[in-house]
């Protein structure tokens, strides 16, 4: 039931700034497990599916670095030779059962397999930031949308009160709310939104955040197919796009100016900003029905020292102990 409640939440676009910001100062941020608890005050217990992208679709496919890419990254995964992947597709609800057509982020993560068995991961969301500046306000956002057991909704003076206290997380239920949903999962850009830090061959550290732009170019669902598409067409579009070629995409870093905010994931860069193409994904194959390689899988992996490491940004270090978490909940 709360699950269904978050998830008209989340598909109305009714309730901006799903993920808040605490106006309580706290020496600490939150444990894992504080997190994982947020979620579920809201959502009820974590079972079998991801209490955040719960409705996605395993894939399959390759990456390959330019040299340019290999110039910037001294992580293995750049180095200019093909690297398989798992690719997991997502729908950012709650609820596995969540539309397609909603005014939600679509998810792209990736976990590139290194002939050495290492590891990278990557979760990219279909908007250019995150719906919350640190983690006590992720946390906090959660909390003051708990579901009041009198009524099974969330108090709406309680929303109402965080929103106004917190206005940055704001900004991604806005800017969902103004942009159409993709028509396919190939055809939209994923952003990283946390910044990392890249060690270049030429051994110089730059700050960037990456963005994996479709090579089949933005596409939008129409107002009218918003209202008229079946709750679920994204995984057969994509089997059939799929299975007449490829779906690529060109990884591009992006570079800070001097004053960009590295740590704040909810204000993107201008777009004037340097840019370089690092390599493209290859999407080749895409599971035939449910589950499938990606699902018993959490992208917690997020750095490759020494090529990509994390930045200052408090959202990017709240993210493996939560995801880590959240996997050995649902898989119990
Ligand atoms: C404070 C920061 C964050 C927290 C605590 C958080 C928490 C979580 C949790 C608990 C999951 C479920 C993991 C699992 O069960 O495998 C998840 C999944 C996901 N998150 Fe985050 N997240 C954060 C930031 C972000 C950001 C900045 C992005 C955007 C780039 C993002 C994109 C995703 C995606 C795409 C998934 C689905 C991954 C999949 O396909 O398995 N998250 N997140």
Redesign the pocket.
């Known amino acids: 039931m709360a699950r269904h409640l978050f998830t008209a939440m989340l598909t109305a676009g009714a309730l901006v700034g799903l993920?808040g910001s605490s106006s309580g100062a706290r020496a600490e941020p939150p444990s894992?497990e504080e997190?994982?608890n947020a979620?579920e005050a809201v959502l009820g217990p974590?079972r079998t599916s991801?209490?955040?992208?719960a409705k996605?679709t395993c894939a399959a496919g390759h990456f390959t670095a330019t040299p340019e890419g290999t110039r910037l990254s001294v992580a293995p995964v750049f180095n200019g030779q093909r690297v398989a992947t798992v690719i997991?597709?997502?729908v950012?609800v709650g609820n596995p059962a969540g539309p397609d057509t909603g005014r939600t982020?679509r998810?792209?993560?990736i976990r590139f397999e290194m002939p050495s068995g290492d590891t990278w991961d990557?979760?990219?969301?279909s908007a250019p930031i995150?719906g919350?500046p640190?983690?006590e306000a992720?946390v906090a956002g959660l909390l003051a949308r708990r579901p009041d057991p009198a009524t099974g909704q969330p108090n709406p003076q309680a929303v109402a009160a965080f929103v106004a206290a917190n206005p940055a997380t704001t900004l991604q239920a806005r800017w969902l709310a103004a942009t159409l949903p993709p028509a396919s999962w190939a055809t939209t850009p994923y952003?990283?939104?946390?910044a990392f830090r890249f060690q270049g061959a030429d051994g110089e550290v730059r700050h960037a955040r990456w963005v994996f732009e479709p090579a089949a170019g933005t596409q939008r669902l129409t107002e009218e197919e918003t209202r008229t598409k079946p709750a679920s067409f994204l995984a057969d579009e994509l089997r059939q796009r799929v299975a007449r070629a490829p779906v690529e995409f060109d990884m591009v870093l992006q570079f800070p100016a001097p004053g960009d905010d590295v740590t704040n994931?909810t204000i993107a860069w201008p777009d004037d900003r340097p840019r370089a193409v690092v390599g493209r994904l290859v999407v080749t194959e895409v599971a035939p029905g449910p589950g499938g390689a990606?699902d018993p899988?959490?992208?917690?992996q997020l750095d490759m020292a020494p090529g990509v490491t994390y930045s200052e940004d408090?959202?990017?270090h709240?993210?493996t102990g939560?995801?880590a978490?959240?996997?050995s909940?649902?898989l119990q």
């Not at 991801?50 to 992208?53: G, I, T, V």
Request: include cysteine.
């Open positions: 993920l894992s997190i994982v979620f974590i991801r209490p955040s992208h996605g997991r597709f997502g950012g982020t998810g792209l993560s990557m979760a990219n969301i995150f919350s640190t983690p992720l952003w990283g939104v946390n994931p990606c899988i959490s992208f917690l408090p959202t990017l709240a993210r939560a995801y978490v959240s996997l909940r649902r």
